[in-house]
């Protein structure tokens, strides 16, 4: 398929004599970067050039006459549909602000009036009337932004627009790890350096300060189009075919890897590996029944934001930097798209993979389609902890005659690390199991299993007591944990470059951190400490999970709990696994004396598990519950990951790889986060009793996490 300006015409029909056969078959062929820059240069000047022109470039170009008429009637037509696709845009903008008019037109008319004093009624909580206020103008400030950003193509110089506005200063919600029954702790003010200017984002999508957003030009997209083709062709062969045997069976498990061999002998020359002879390969292949259609897949994995929403535990930013083609109409296929994406373990001991690929979506036949994802090398961005060659990947989705999808997945990288690996995760990443297709398969099944719990109306979920009361309430509150999920995954990987430090170096563990001022919607407003460490534990991950989920294990591990003893009020099941559930909880039995509770949700899948939990006042509970908006309420999670450490693949590694490890017993890395609003104080130091108080938080929860899991203190790697 021919992404570029015009296209190539048809071979078939440059035989006038031939037969009705050879005018039927058509030979389809791909003119050359000169021709196509050439032609362009041609269109430039005259769109419409004549016989003899047309000759000219014949016999400068060495093609037919008949071709390039063709070529110019294809450039033409595409450049009218592109205007075709501005005017829509601009009109389309136009109508969305007529709509935002109208629908604030409704709003001051629905405004109730006192008809004594003239005034309007007030809010009983004026927080959250602020927050509210805040979600709008954020909308608003997208809305400019995008206008102006069309208009700017039209008058060719970018438009003025009005100064910032200065933030809304209201008083911090502290939402600390610490109950109503540990007040000493709440407030605390940790003595901490603040980078100026470095905000905090739950779900940012920053590119690097040069990354490119614009100007790619037409014999680019040429190459990038090809580049896409023969992607396409590699990876359909990945997935379907096996002849020579290109996957075999690695392990117990039954995972399929890679025989590079085969590889090499049957696509030779078709990717390098790189220079670097110290490079290795990762390589896996992984396939499944997922709960939903095909063409809703599709539709979320060719936009970025959903990308990041299917994959919140691997996926840690993602953003489109330019869609080359937008496909058939009414259909992604033929999409392609340049992409960014940050793909993350959830440790602050492995640093993000960063890599700009192209994506590109291709109906195969009725309900079957192929999403491929290939590197595309881009100047001067390059990470300083690896470079990481995504070798073409993606998958194969195949609708299923109940409504579900069959997807086969490959994951194929060429990984040259900078910078050692920490060796807590050294086996893990080396396995192939970090970052390979039995992650990204059994994710995305975890979390279309999650969005089908959410559709299901009726009360099948177990609701201790009746406390949510209607399928909006149960909706509500399955988006409010996802968000809370969402904050926890982005906090362990911080935005804008900034990295973790590490405070304190033991020699169990080490803890790392750090800092980043929020004025988020929906997080609290101030300066925001963040601090991990991960420990290795000689128990299997679901043992280790199964711990951290159970309420009535809860005071053995939760140090701000002060060993009270903790209550589910209301649960609510979100997958096929019994550990995938969301849950508010409660420190206590006398609801009187206590008004915060505790939003938590825990999730399992072959990859690995987490558990995620933060305070949260019964005020905003009962909002949440209601089915009313909860992106407003502000949450500040914290909580646990849990991982295999990569040694169950005993000497077959569970990925191709170059450098294999094995070891003899299987145990699990658990990673501790906590989240503290700490100060307001837009100049902050480091100070020993900061240092001391975090290392103390994270020492004394993983010492009783030990003792609880009867582990001791001499166990580790």
Known sequence: MDFRGGGGSSGGDLHDGGSDSHRRRKRYHRHTAHQIQSLEAMFKECQHPDEKTRNQLSRELNLNPRQIKFWF???????KAQHERSDNCVLRSENDKIRCENIAMRQALENIICPSCGTTSISD???????????E???LKEELD???????????????????????????????MSSNNNNNFRGTSLGLDLIHGNNSSGLMTNLPLNAPTAGISDIDKSLMADVAANATDELIRLLQGNEPPLWTKSDAAGRETLDLESYERLFRGSYGRLKNPNARIEASRDSGVVIMSGMALVGMFMDSNKWMELFPTIVSRARTIEVISSGMMGSHSGTLQLMYEELQVLSALVPTRQVYFLRFCQQIDQGTWAIVDVSYDVPHQESPFSSAHKLPSGCLIQDMPNGYSKVTWVEHWEIEDKAPIHHLYRELIHSGLAFGAERWLSTLQRICERFACSMVSGN????????????????????????????FCSCINPCNGQQWTTISGQAEYEVRAALHK????????????????????????????????????????????NQNPVQEIAHIANGSHPGNCISVLRQGFNSSQNNTLILQESCMDSSGSTVVYCPIDLQAVNIAMSGEDTSYIPILPSGFTISPDGRDAGGAASAST????????A??????????????????????????????LIGNTVRQIKSALNVSGDDGR
Do not use: C
Not at 125 to 135: G, H, M, N, V
Not at 152 to 171: D, E, F, M, T, W
Not at 658 to 665: E, I, L, P, R
């Open 137 to 139: 103008n954020a909308h």
């Open 146 to 176: 995008r206008i102006s950003g069309i208009a700017s193509k039209y008058i060719g110089r970018p438009i003025q627009q009005l100064p910032p506005l200065q933030p809304i200063h209201v008083s911090s919600l502290d939402l600390s």
């Open 518 to 561: 929020s004025m988020d919607l929906g997080q609290p407003n101030g300066v925001i400490l963040s601090a991990a460490a991960t420990v290795w534990l000689p128990i299997a991950p679901q043992i280790v999970f199964n711990f951290f989920r159970d309420e009535r294990t809860r005071p053995q591990w939760d140090v701000m709990s």
């Open 460 to 487: 099948s979920t177990r609701d201790l007591g009746g406390v949510i009361p209607s399928a909006e309430g149960k909706r509500s509150m399955i988006g409010l944990a996802q968000r809370m999920v969402n904050i």
């Open 125 to 135: 909580d004026p927080y959250f009337d602020e927050q509210k206020l805040r979600i």
């Open 667 to 696: 145990g699990s890395l658990m990673t501790v986060v906590f989240q503290i609003l700490v100060s307001n104080l837009p100049n902050a130091r480091m100070t020993p009793e900061s240092v001391t108080t975090v290392n103390n």
């Open 73 to 79: 009637q294809n450039r033409r037509t595409q450049m």
């Open 658 to 665: 170059s450098n294999g490890s094995s070891s003899a017993a």
